[in-house]
């Protein structure tokens, strides 16, 4: 069976006993200047971008679920909302917590406006909806390496290398003017886990009821806003052939191939046309719904890469507009 045959069969879903909170980026939405640039750019990075409607929705090869939708703003990229995904027997609680908080909020305007609405410290509109969990519920596998066989080369001829294209979204990291202050409403409203952080300038947090290290991730900027998706491959070959096909199709502006100290995934980070990036992301550590992870306030130098290239100067640029 392959990867992809087994994608919409996802591993058994185990709750974290008494956590109530979400347990998956259902969905990432964001307006962008021109969709026709969007669909070239995740088609290239190996997803299955389909136009709907005035829309266009991401999904991995292989999996029935929609896990980012864009729209055409005709302006600068901006985030739009985020929707997580919760069990259905969390919702009341989930709704009566939102009120006592009194941020309920009106549905956005680009959304199906179903499920429960409520806006973070930023102003960012979230939406809760139940919906199946999408976040890993174990670690995921690498592929099975290439056979090694004796007075043979293992390596593929670079002509017949094929498509690298993503299992699932790992994680989205987003911009925020105060991390602390998100981060205690990531984890008081939305239960979120704090996995790791660094000072004031960057925190990750984890799905109670099992995710990889980071479901979500806040970075400090002037303003809210989204710096990368983060998409999972089956082996460190990939994130390299993952660079190798976009540089190809004429995204060659980067960061990596490296690995992160917290998440201690493989990673590149190609550019998007709108200055934010896409992560090609391999064996990022896991947090199963039974552990407590050892979280840790880490110092800067020792947080973001074991090896790799420096990191670009404009890498950690937002280009979004304050709202
Ligand atoms: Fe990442």
């Known amino acids: 069976m392959t990867i992809a045959e087994t994608q919409d069969m996802p591993e058994p879903v185990h709750r974290r006993r008494g956590a109530v909170g979400v347990h998956s980026i259902d969905r990432f939405v ?34 029935s679920h929609c896990w980012a939708s864009l729209y055409e703003s005709g302006q600068a990229k901006r985030l739009e909302y985020i ?42 509109p979230i939406q ?56 205690t409403f990531s984890i ?56 190798e096909q976009m540089r190809a199709a004429g995204y060659d502006q980067g960061w990596g191939v490296g690995r992160h100290v917290l998440g201690s995934n493989y990673f590149y980070y190609v550019r998007d046309p709108w200055g934010s990036y896409a992560e090609y992301s391999f064996d990022i550590d896991f947090v199963p719904n039974d552990l407590e992870w050892p979280s840790a306030d880490h110092p800067p130098e020792d947080s973001l890469y074991v090896w790799g290239p420096s990191v670009p100067d404009d890498f950690i640029t937002n280009h979004e507009p304050c709202a």
């Open 83 to 124: 929707r997580f995904g919760v069990f259905e027997e969390d919702l009341d609680a989930m709704r009566e917590r939102i009120a006592s908080c009194g941020i309920t909020s009106a549905p956005h305007a680009l959304s199906d406006r179903g499920g429960l609405w409520l806006r973070n410290p930023d102003g960012t």
């Open 188 to 243: 008081e409203v939305l239960g979120l886990k704090l996995s790791d952080r660094s000072g004031d300038g960057i925190a990750f947090l984890h799905g109670p009821h099992g995710s990889d290290h980071h479901l979500v991730a806040f970075a400090k900027s002037h303003a809210p806003g989204l710096h990368h998706s983060s998409w999972d491959v089956g082996s460190i070959d990939q994130v390299g052939c993952g660079a």
């Open 128 to 183: 809760l909806v139940v919906a199946p969990k999408v976040s890993p519920s174990a670690k995921c596998q690498p592929l099975p390496p290439s056979p090694h066989l004796p007075g043979q080369g293992s390596a593929p001829a670079r002509s017949r290398v094929q498509q690298v294209r993503p299992r699932y979204l790992s994680h989205v990291l987003f911009f925020t003017p105060d991390v602390s202050r998100v981060v």
């Open 30 to 63: 964001f307006t962008v200047p021109d969709l026709a640039e969007a669909e070239r750019f995740y088609r290239a990075f190996g997803l299955d971008p389909r136009p709907v409607d005035d829309r266009l929705d991401l999904y991995t090869f292989g999996s």
